[in-house]
């Protein structure tokens, strides 16, 4: 019994202790396995850290440089002048391509680059590849080949409908002008790298690129972001609001352009300058560029010079305002003291010197100006004397920079009086050895326009990065140069050269004007001699009174004179200028009579101090006005401003005809009638002769 | 009792002398192969347990409620810890994709204002307006107020 109990009771023990057994083991094997992982942990973690940690990296976390979008360019009021968008670029990687010769179709299909091009990049590629691993080297650069960059939206969507494996886009700002052309010497350009290289983009490229910033990245095993630190953080560009009006410069840009083109100018220039307060409404440049093209061989090789700004000119009789000023100020002439012309002729200095036109007699000062007389101005030059002179042409701005934030500006050109000659004074009084940009010009009539005060020009009137404060541009302190009564007194006279003298093309329907003509003889650097193509300049101002706008117009190469070729586009970029900004009208709406002789703007300033040469009294013929208005052409059509102004239709008498043979004539002549009554014509408005307007009717009353 | 010795009914046959003649050897040659291990029975032993009663253990129950709450807590604890690293990750899917979101739609914005610069673009509505045979309003039909930003915008029922 005993023994019995005695093994029944090593049996439990035995059975008790049999899985207690097991779990030892259990645990062992796990703590065996555990001090493996451990070790292998160690291995991994702390041994092999460095390896596994790169590898990690370079699988796992990227760094991407985070591009700040270059700032916009708005005009006045938030019109868009420059933007970047992003674009896509298109890459390969040779190596991953199944079928070069097929992938080289398809691409230069979609993208429409050379076939042929690409498929020899990408042989070549592929050919270094395989060099590279024969003579066991690293391949350097042959995994990664541009297709094309920045490529339109259409193209992109079309090859990824395609949808290629082996193709790959990438995002790249592009810099888009939506305006093509317009003000394209103002906003400038960017190269391909979105640097400034023209304009406003080459002067103000560091504030709108801004500053691009860092982010590292962790992206899971299909590269989707899970978590990113920004390192610096990217600070867009800024965006700037300029003083041009998208309008106003339209409307200068379409005027300078065809006053150009129809009196086959080389260049022009035409600023629109608040007065009071310096601001650039506009300022156009010809020829013109469009900065969404890069330069091409079909583009002039001076469509890209910024000609207001960077190239001076001599001004010619321009000037004469600069001397009159000059002698209101430092000697007792007034407007209408006469001044002895001598009948068109002056010996100066032992030089003889010849009226460019008829000469005149003793003639007020006032009428000096509005007949732009040489000996005239040569006279007065020599009563105000040479310092007071050039004092004055200091005072006026000329010859320094006026600061406006573009690159290239000029100076100008005014010599010191040691470098003066004999007869630099008549020169000078006349607008010649000194040379100015159509800026200065602005700016110079600004002074008398704002009633004496130096205004330096403004471009910019704000500034602001995304979601920061707006930087308000200071306006540059003006610095009074003339007495108020000086610039009232010179108004006068400048209304008078638009209402009796060379500016009668300038005078405006509605607005009373004022201004200066100016026709200079062009230097040739090569031949050392004035040819016979002039620059033919307007600078003006309109109302008189209170003037809102002053406008300087220059056309450079030109065959005629000033108040032929400048003015009218004074008019009408005036007179759209002055609709825009809802100025209010200070005459009645008369349409000026149009110029007719053109030695009444006569106004030659005599360079070379001889007889005026024979091309400069004859006019062009008038371009032919269709009849009938033609239907709108796909591209805009330019139209002669000056055609309107000087020969444009009038109309025609239909006093004593029928119902019927009114409409007919009107056909005929593409004049619209509105036919009031029936029976015989009796009244008529306009009346006949009466410029018409284009599209503007004509009420026939028929009784 | 279903052993294989029952199935094939071999129980009724008489048994194979130990070291007589084997059914291949033997007269009879179409006799039946023996089945291996033919000749172990099987009894079945009933044991009546319904008497056993397990020894109460107080403790056991005890003992199984906190492992299971260990259980519980390790587990809680585990998630407590790891949780906010999944929704950490989560959150950190769901932030890159409205950040690329959020990337495409200020693109889009982008794209969308050019488009708009363009279509308002002077020398377009120049052209826009040819074609309709549009032209400029007689000046003397233009009334300019003295002023479009105070009094005017009144008579002309600007609100701005």
């Known amino acids: 019994m005993l023994w019995w109990g005695r093994r029944a009771k090593d049996d439990r023990v035995r059975e008790r202790a049999h899985p207690t057994t097991r779990l030892v083991w259990l645990v062992v094997i796990a703590f065996l396995w555990a001090v493996a992982v451990f070790l292998r942990l160690v291995q991994l973690q702390v041994v092999s850290h460095k390896t596994y940690k790169e590898l990690a990296d370079h699988q796992q976390n990227h760094t991407f440089r985070v591009d700040a979008p270059r700032g916009c360019v708005f005009d006045r009021e938030g019109h868009v002048l420059a933007m970047s968008v992003p674009a896509d670029s298109v890459s390969i990687d040779p190596m991953l391509v199944p079928d070069r010769p097929l992938a080289a179709s398809i691409l230069a299909r979609a993208l429409g680059?050379?076939?042929?091009?690409?498929?020899?990049?990408?042989?070549?590629?592929?050919?270094?590849?395989?060099?590279?691993?024969?003579?066991?080297?690293?391949?350097?650069?042959?995994?990664?080949?541009?297709?094309?960059?920045?490529?339109?939206?259409?193209?992109?969507?079309?090859?990824?409908?395609?949808?290629?494996?082996?193709?790959?886009?990438q995002k790249e700002p592009h810099r888009y002008y939506p305006d093509g052309p317009l003000a394209s010497h103002v906003v400038g350009t960017v190269d391909f790298q979105e640097r400034g290289n023209l304009g406003l983009e080459q002067r103000l490229d560091q504030e709108l690129n801004g500053r691009p910033g860092r982010v590292s990245m962790l992206t899971d095993v299909l590269g989707r972001p899970i978590d990113s630190t920004v390192s610096a953080e990217a600070e867009a560009g800024k965006n700037i609001t300029l003083s041009i009006d998208e309008s106003i410069q339209f409307v200068a840009e379409r005027e300078l352009r065809a006053a150009c083109e129809f009196y086959h100018a080389a260049s022009g220039s035409t600023v629109v300058m608040e007065p009071h307060t310096g601001e650039i409404l506009a300022m156009a440049s010809y020829p013109v560029f469009d900065p969404n093209q890069p330069p091409g061989p079909e583009e002039a090789s001076s469509a890209r010079f910024d000609y207001p700004v960077s190239v001076a000119f001599e001004p010619g009789s321009v000037f004469k305002i600069v001397t009159l000023t000059a002698a209101l100020e430092t000697t007792s002439l007034r407007p209408e003291t006469p001044i002895n012309c001598g009948n068109g002729t002056i010996n100066l200095f032992g030089r003889v010197i010849h009226e460019s036109h008829h000469g005149w007699g003793t003639i007020p000062?006032?009428?000096?100006?509005?007949?732009?007389?040489?000996?005239?101005?040569?006279?007065?030059?020599?009563?105000?004397?040479?310092?007071?002179?050039?004092?004055?042409?200091?005072?006026f701005g000329f010859g320094r920079t006026t600061g406006i934030p573009l690159p290239a500006e000029s100076s100008g050109m005014v010599r010191d009086l040691k470098h003066w000659g004999k007869t630099s004074i008549g020169s000078v009084a006349m607008g010649h050895e000194v040379s100015a940009t159509a800026l200065q010009l602005a700016q110079a009539c600004s002074v008398i326009a704002n009633g004496g005060v130096l205004v330096k020009p403004r471009l910019i009137l704000k500034r602001q990065r995304p979601g920061g404060k707006v930087e308000s541009e200071p306006a540059p302190a003006p610095q009074r140069v003339l007495k108020p009564e000086t610039a009232i007194t010179m108004r006068q006279m400048m209304e008078g050269v638009v209402l009796r003298g060379t500016g009668k093309a300038a005078r405006l329907a509605g607005y009373t004007s004022g201004g200066k003509t100016g026709s200079a003889q062009i230097f040739d650097l090569t031949t050392k001699h004035y040819t016979h193509l002039y620059n033919?300049?307007?600078?003006?101002?309109?109302?008189?009174?209170?003037?809102?706008?002053v406008i300087a117009v220059t056309l450079n190469g030109v065959k005629m004179f000033g108040g032929v070729v400048a003015a009218p586009v004074f008019k009408n970029v005036a007179t759209e200028t002055l609709r825009l900004l809802a100025v209010p009208k200070d005459i009645p709406e008369i349409e000026p009579p149009p110029l007719t002789d053109p030695q009444e703007a006569n106004d030659l300033s005599i360079a070379d101090m001889s007889a005026p040469p024979e091309d400069l009294v004859q006019l062009p013929a008038p371009p032919a006005v269709s009849p009938t208005p033609a239907p709108a052409p796909a591209a805009p059509q330019v139209v002669s401003p000056s055609v309107v102004a000087v020969f444009g239709p009038s109309a025609p008498s239909f006093e004593g005809k029928t119902v019927r043979a009114v409409i007919e004539q009107s056909l005929a002549m593409g004049v619209p009638v509105e036919v009031v009554g029936s029976g015989i014509a009796r009244q008529q408005a306009p009346p006949p002769g009466s410029p018409l307007n284009p599209g503007e009717k004509v009420r026939v009353l028929f009784q | 009792m279903a052993t294989r010795a029952m199935f094939f009914k071999r129980a009724d046959q008489p048994a194979v002398p130990v070291g007589g003649?084997?059914?291949?050897?033997?007269?009879?040659?179409?006799?039946?192969?023996?089945?291996?291990?033919?000749?172990?029975?099987?009894?079945?032993?009933?044991?009546?347990?319904?008497?056993?009663?397990?020894?109460?253990?107080?403790?056991?129950?005890?003992?199984?409620?906190?492992?299971?709450?260990?259980?519980?807590?390790?587990?809680?604890?585990?998630?407590?810890?790891?949780?906010?690293?999944?929704?950490?990750?989560?959150?950190?899917?769901?932030?890159?994709?409205?950040?690329?979101?959020?990337?495409?739609?200020?693109?889009?914005?982008?794209?969308?204002?050019?488009?708009?610069?363009?279509?308002?673009?002077?020398?377009?509505?120049?052209?826009?307006?040819?074609?309709?045979?549009?032209?400029?309003?007689?000046?003397?039909?233009?009334?300019?107020?003295n002023s479009a930003k105070t009094d005017s915008a009144l008579a002309m029922n600007v609100t701005r």
């Open chain 1, 113 to 169: 680059v050379d076939r042929d091009d690409l498929l020899a990049r990408m042989d070549s590629a592929v050919e270094e590849h395989r060099r590279a691993l024969e003579q066991k080297r690293k391949p350097k650069g042959t995994g990664f080949l541009w297709v094309k960059r920045k490529i339109a939206p259409a193209e992109a969507e079309a090859l990824r409908s395609l949808k290629l494996d082996w193709v790959e886009f």
């Open chain 1, 365 to 395: 000062m006032a009428d000096v100006l509005a007949h732009s007389s040489n000996i005239g101005a040569i006279q007065i030059g020599l009563k105000v004397g040479e310092k007071n002179l050039l004092d004055y042409v200091h005072k």
């Open chain 1, 536 to 549: 033919g300049s307007f600078v003006g101002f309109a109302p008189v009174t209170n003037p809102a706008v």
């Open chain 2, 21 to 145: 003649e084997t059914w291949t050897s033997g007269p009879d040659s179409s006799k039946l192969r023996p089945l291996p291990s033919e000749d172990v029975y099987f009894f079945i032993k009933k044991i009546d347990n319904s008497r056993v009663a397990r020894e109460a253990d107080p403790a056991a129950r005890r003992r199984a409620w906190q492992a299971g709450l260990k259980g519980v807590a390790v587990a809680g604890l585990l998630i407590l810890l790891l949780m906010p690293r999944a929704l950490d990750m989560v959150a950190g899917y769901r932030i890159h994709a409205l950040a690329a979101e959020h990337d495409r739609l200020v693109t889009q914005k982008a794209v969308i204002a050019l488009e708009e610069a363009q279509l308002e673009s002077p020398a377009r509505l120049q052209q826009l307006a040819g074609q309709l045979r549009l032209v400029n309003p007689d000046p003397r039909h233009v009334v300019m107020l």
